[in-house]
């Protein structure tokens, strides 16, 4: 995305094709491939927490720099990135 000041929260919905409001329990599988995140805020941090019953993440090739601010209290069994 040419855009750099997107919002983590703005791009899951771009992806998911939503216009109005998704609803983050729903899903079991977040893959952000490709995205340019370089590193995951604070307030990514709560939106990402919304995802309650996540069990895989994946952020292969987004350039992510750390793995501060990942969600803590989901049930997420693999997270990939590279």
Not at 52 to 57: C, I, P, Q, S, T
Not at 63 to 76: A, F, M, T, V
Request: hydrophobic share 40%; net charge negative.
């Amino acid at each position: 995305m040419a855009d750099q000041n997107i919002t983590l929260k703005q791009r899951i919905k771009q992806m998911a094709g939503e216009e109005d409001a998704i609803e983050p329990q729903e899903f079991s599988n977040l893959i952000l491939d490709d995205m340019q995140i370089a590193e995951v805020t604070a307030d990514d941090k709560a939106y990402l927490d919304t995802f309650v019953n996540l069990a895989n993440l994946s952020m292969n090739h987004t350039g992510l720099r750390s793995l501060d601010n990942l969600p803590e209290k989901c049930k997420i069994e693999r997270v990939s990135s590279d």
